[in-house]
């Protein structure tokens, strides 16, 4: 917590604002068409450090977000894989610090280094639950009760293990899938992927972060 400067606190104690950190705040938010593949694309607005990336689950399948891609210094992308079939993926990327343009007017707050670490046009990452547990490889969970399934979601880990190697090269992993306005589960499901993506390991433990806008 920073010794100096304005510190702002939730009711139940908890740092919203200090010097030492930085806010999320949302960069982009967008939607993809998925083709019918079990790998997709996701392109957003580059940035210069890694986003937060969050999708919204699908009603049908199941969805995990896989890793970032860098081009020319920025962040210009994410893969997911997803469940075969066509559907459209809802996701938003958040970044520390001002994502939006500094306001004419408002509250803008910075740091000893002069970053700015919170203003009031910015629209700010709020966590509205945390669901950890355990999932044995090909088993899903129970409904997970959340707030509004149709938040977005961040499942912590990536979790895949080789199911098949060449030429297919198809990994067993899990996503998130909707179940109910209010629940959510975490599904295993083969994803052919074509290519070895290298060395994976599949952890039971798991971990998923409600976040809305």
């Known amino acids: 917590m920073a010794t ?9 104690g908890d740092v919203q604002i200090d010097g030492n950190y930085k806010n999320f705040a949302l960069k982009q938010e967008g939607s993809t068409a998925v083709g019918g593949g ?3 694309t996701i392109n957003f607005t580059d940035v210069s450090t890694p986003p937060i990336v969050a999708l919204r689950p699908d009603t049908s399948k199941q969805v995990c977000f896989r890793k970032l891609t860098k081009s020319g210094g920025n962040f210009v992308s994410g893969e997911i894989f997803c469940d075969s079939g066509s559907f459209t993926q809802y996701w938003a990327t958040f970044i520390a610090g001002a994502a939006a343009a500094l306001p004419d007017y408002g509250l803008v707050i910075r740091n000893s280094s002069d970053d700015v670490i ?3 046009d910015d629209k700010h990452l709020k966590i509205e639950g945390v669901y950890a547990g355990s ?3 090909g088993n899903d969970t129970s409904n997970i009760t959340v707030v509004d399934a149709t938040n977005y979601f961040l499942l912590t880990d990536f979790s895949a293990g080789l199911d098949m190697g ?4 198809i990994y067993e992993t899990r996503g998130v899938r ?3 306005s209010t ?3 975490l599904e295993s499901f083969l994803c052919t992927v074509g290519s070895d993506i290298g060395l ?4 039971d433990a798991y971990q998923i972060i409600e976040i809305s806008i």
């Open 4 to 12: 100096y400067g304005i510190i702002v606190k939730k009711s139940d």
């Open 38 to 40: 079990d790998v997709a």
């Open 135 to 137: 999932l044995v490889r």
């Open 183 to 185: 629940t959510i589960k």
């Open 118 to 120: 919170f203003h009031s």
């Open 166 to 169: 060449s030429p297919n090269w």
């Open 178 to 180: 909707k179940t109910g």
């Open 200 to 203: 994976t390991l599949w952890t």
